[in-house]
């Protein structure tokens, strides 16, 4: 009997090498700059962000060494997971287009169900997870959806059949999926801010010259 997995929908989890001291240097920048955008009336921007502070999409824009490193390991991980996905892609034909933007949540703050359209690939990476209460286990877990819109009218435990899968952030943790993939992220119950830093991936065609 031949089995094949169809359609099947990858997420990739990365641990950032030398974290604690790009941890440390982004959390003060962020922070730094939240507060200064706050101080001048800028209320953040709002999307699928509720109560959190969104900062504009223009990180990789910023002169900062900590944000290009950030930027070359999420490239990285976009590329590895092509080959690995596709070994015949010729990687010179296409230009990997990135952007990112820091999520603050505190208190309450979560993000509804949403997606990433246009985009290949999305992901997250996690500066400072905070401290959340002992008793609220689903405190800003990752929610992602099954996108196949008839799954969950057949449920079967543990069969991936409409289920959905659960992710605890981890500070250096890296995220990669679909920009297509339903997703959403619980109310965060805990003392301290949670710093994160979102991106879009896109690919972009390379036009060869005649």
């Given at each position: 009997?031949?089995?094949?997995q169809?359609?099947?929908?990858?997420?990739?989890?990365?641990?950032?090498?030398?974290?604690?001291?790009?941890?440390?240097?982004?959390?003060?920048?962020?922070?730094?700059?939240?507060?200064?955008?706050?101080d001048?009336?800028?209320?953040?921007?709002?999307?699928?962000?509720?109560?959190?502070?969104?900062?504009?999409?223009?990180?990789?824009?910023?002169?900062?060494?900590?944000?290009?490193?950030?930027?070359?390991?999420?490239?990285?991980?976009?590329?590895?997971?092509?080959?690995?996905?596709?070994?015949?892609?010729?990687?010179?034909?296409?230009?990997?287009q990135?952007?990112?933007?820091?999520?603050?949540?505190?208190?309450?703050?979560?993000?509804?169900?949403?997606?990433?359209?246009?985009?290949?690939?999305?992901?997250?990476?996690?500066?400072?997870?905070?401290?959340?209460?002992?008793?609220?286990?689903?405190?800003?877990?990752l929610?992602?959806?099954?996108?196949?819109?008839?799954?969950?009218?057949?449920?079967?435990?543990?069969?991936?059949?409409?289920?959905?899968?659960?992710?605890?952030?981890?500070?250096?943790?890296?995220?990669?999926?679909?920009?297509?993939?339903?997703?959403?992220?619980?109310?965060?119950?805990?003392?301290?801010?949670?710093?994160?830093i979102?991106?879009?991936?896109?690919?972009?065609?390379?036009?060869?010259?005649?």
């Open positions: 009997m031949d089995v094949q169809l359609f099947s929908t990858p997420v990739v989890r990365k641990n950032i090498s030398n974290a604690q001291k790009l941890n440390a240097a982004l959390s003060d920048f962020l922070l730094s700059k939240e507060s200064q955008e706050r001048g009336t800028a209320k953040g921007i709002q999307k699928s962000n509720v109560s959190g502070w969104r900062s504009k999409e223009d990180l990789l824009f910023l002169d900062d060494p900590w944000l290009t490193d950030l930027a070359k390991e999420v490239s990285e991980a976009v590329s590895n997971l092509m080959r690995g996905a596709a070994p015949n892609l010729n990687s010179n034909s296409y230009q990997v990135m952007y990112a933007w820091a999520n603050i949540n505190r208190r309450g703050a979560y993000n509804v169900v949403h997606n990433h359209p246009n985009h290949h690939w999305a992901g997250v990476y996690y500066v400072h997870v905070g401290k959340s209460d002992r008793d609220k286990p689903m405190s800003g877990l929610e992602f959806s099954d996108p196949r819109p008839g799954a969950g009218l057949i449920p079967v435990d543990n069969f991936g059949f409409g289920e959905r899968v659960r992710i605890e952030p981890k500070e250096g943790m890296l995220i990669l999926f679909p920009g297509w993939l339903p997703h959403f992220v619980h109310p965060y119950e805990g003392d301290d801010a949670r710093i994160s979102a991106f879009n991936v896109k690919l972009e065609r390379v036009e060869s010259e005649s």
